[in-house]
Nanobody
Framework: QVQLVESGGGLVQAGGSLRLSCAAS??????????MSWFRQAPGKEREFVAHISWTGGYTYYADSVKGRFTISRDNAKNTVYLQMNSLKPEDTAVYYCAADTNPRDWTITGDYDYWGQGTQVTVSS
């Protein structure tokens, strides 16, 4: 059994910050075997890519909409991935999901991922 559990979502004012966490667990799961990404999905919209980080954190990639504001990081010893979100905007409001991918072909594509978390709600008020 492999589980990804997001936490840290909530309600913040525009311009504020949140730090999301994705804790991975499983009997034989090691997060170091996976690239990790964050996606988000707003009501009525498709799930969209937000940020990606390589196996050891040496490479990151961000959607243009969050570049310069969000930072993805990982602590493989803790089986945890983080998303630091600064300068939040109302359009950032969505359910945020973390996902694990052992063999990424295109990390912006949802179908590429092996495991998904349940999501955590982020709401940014104006």
């Amino acid at each position: 059994q492999v589980q990804l559990v997001e936490s840290g979502g909530g309600l913040v004012q525009a311009g504020g910050s949140l730090r999301l966490s994705c804790a991975a667990s499983g009997r034989t799961f090691s997060i170091s075997e996976y690239t990790m990404s964050w996606f988000r999905q707003a009501p009525g919209k498709e799930r969209e890519f937000v940020a990606h980080i390589s196996w050891t954190g040496g490479y990151t990639y961000y959607a243009d909409s969050v570049k310069g504001r969000f930072t993805i990081s990982r602590d493989n010893a803790k089986n945890t991935v983080y998303l630091q979100m600064n300068s939040l905007k109302p359009e950032d409001t969505a359910v945020y999901y973390c996902a694990a991918d052992t063999n990424p072909r295109d990390w912006t594509i949802t179908g590429d991922y092996d495991y998904w978390g349940q999501g955590t709600q982020v709401t940014v008020s104006s």
